[in-house]
């Protein structure tokens, strides 16, 4: 498969974003999440980041979150405010393309009584 545009090929595309993106996660609070998001092939090489709710996600800036192995976005200890919408960018010097969007639903535990 090629994404495309105006003609200009971005990404041969051997592995789709598969795995986790595109999925409804419903999570307990203080427990941990994997966004996986296998980098597609394509020259030169893609790189990949994630936003969270239209925003980059920074992982510098909160050390719940981690990149690992430059595909995947573990969020640990999840709190409310990690609800909400989550996708991957593949992107290279001819163009970007974003992958499906996964959902987070972070539960609350309600104390009982």
Not at 10 to 29: P, Q, W, Y
Not at 50 to 66: A, I, K
Not at 103 to 112: F, G, N, Q
Request: one cysteine or more; glycine letters at 6%; charged letters at 15%.
């Amino acid at each position: 498969m090629y994404v495309s545009v105006s003609s200009t090929t971005l990404f041969s595309v051997i592995n789709e974003f598969a795995l986790s993106v595109g999925k409804t996660f419903i999570k307990d609070e203080g427990s941990d999440v994997f966004i996986t998001c296998p980098k597609p092939a394509g020259a030169p090489e893609p790189s990949i980041s994630f936003s969270h709710n239209g925003s980059l996600v920074v992982t510098e800036d909160n050390p719940r979150l981690n990149i690992i192995s430059s595909d995947a976005l573990q969020i640990e200890n999840l709190q409310l405010s990690d609800s909400g919408a989550y996708w991957c960018t593949a992107a290279n010097a001819k163009g970007a393309v974003d992958s499906p969007v996964t959902k987070i639903v972070v539960r609350s535990e309600c104390p009982m009584g």
